[in-house]
């Protein structure tokens, strides 16, 4: 029966084009291969032992450690849902990734891996060892390549869900019955903390549990922090905590009378026939909200653009010392915490949170930042100038997603990867960068 699957058919339109079916020897992430080098070039092995326990006894069909490397990489591939699993268990590569027991016997089910995330990892030693596995697997990039000093930027976002998943509420906000998770990112992109929480908090709720951690953290590596926040984590108790620490900040707030009477000289419009360009002002001076217990520096920045009747006004408090214009500059850099959630949501899959229990879901998410954090780490560790800057979707379309060909001989494998983005060339450099790397310690 095997034999006659495998015949290939012959097509009548020309006599010289036989097709097969042979999927378990080929592949369409190739790619994967390079950031599974990566992965051990930065220990990823060795941490999964460090921060997780294996509850399921001496007998199990799987290792860990192969489990986990599957759920990450298929939503570093791309992949949405665990019933991809179906296909992906004979898949060359997801075969490759894994422990050589299993090469010639394939990789989990859907239903093994169900299991495996929503139950084993779920389990409250396992999930609280995601976070530090995450963050473990960050310090080794760290230590690397480090600099003096870290910028921390922190938001939410949505995730909109569909059915009866515990904990999800309707927020006003984003007009959606959703997850509103919390994250902090480094200025690199690294995910360096994450919370998943109900749909109807305030989206700085929770904020110190990641933040100060990080803080603490980063001091004791003898780093200077700063910190970039939107007018959500307007808080007198965040800037009391940030400067009790010594750690600077800028922070968006929200405009109001007050604060529009101390520039109003620059509100109205310059006389004269008015420039294509905007007309941009800058301006600080010392402010003190009614909660606050002190006067603090607030830096304006008021637009005049053309054809609109009023200014556009944006405010920020800090307590940098650098001028106006610096300041602002410095803060409208944290839209790119922005983007990287973007990118999470959308490159590996931080939407599909589709399970009853509320933990279930936290863990699924720590997968995807896992996830996140791998693709991360490959693009701003190893790959070649011109496409360091790339998203991970577009690294997915263009690198992971490169066909290929299994061949097994008596004492190796040969994987025959398709020449198209990922060339020998590229695929040359990047791994010479890999085992360029130095092995990190600790």
Known sequence: MGEKQNRPFQLSFNASLKVGFQGSRVTSDGGLILVRELDERLGFGELIELYLTDSRGKNAQFCFADLLRQSVYSRLAGYEDLNDAERLSQDPTFRLISSEKIWDRGVALTSRLQSFETEILAENSNFAGLAGLSRALIAKAEALDSGYRTVLDMDSTEIPVYGEQEESAYNGHFDSTCYHPLFLFSRDGDCLAAKLRPGNVHSAEGWEELLLPEIERQQRAGKEVAFRADAAFAKPEIYEALESRGVKYVVRIPANENLERDVAELLPRPVGRPSHKPTVWYKGFL???????????????????????????????????????AVVRFYNKRGTAEQWIKEGKQAVKMTRLSCHRFRSNEVRLWLSILAYNLGNLWRRLVLPKGIEKWSLTSLQQRLVKTGGRLVKHARYYWLLLAESHLTQRLFASVLRRILALPLPTG
């Open 287 to 325: 402010y003190r909200a009614a909660s606050w217990t002190t006067a603090r520096r607030v830096v304006a920045k008021v637009e005049h653009h053309a054809g609109e009747l009023f200014p556009r006004l944006g405010f920020i408090v800090t307590n940098l010392e650098t001028p106006s214009r």
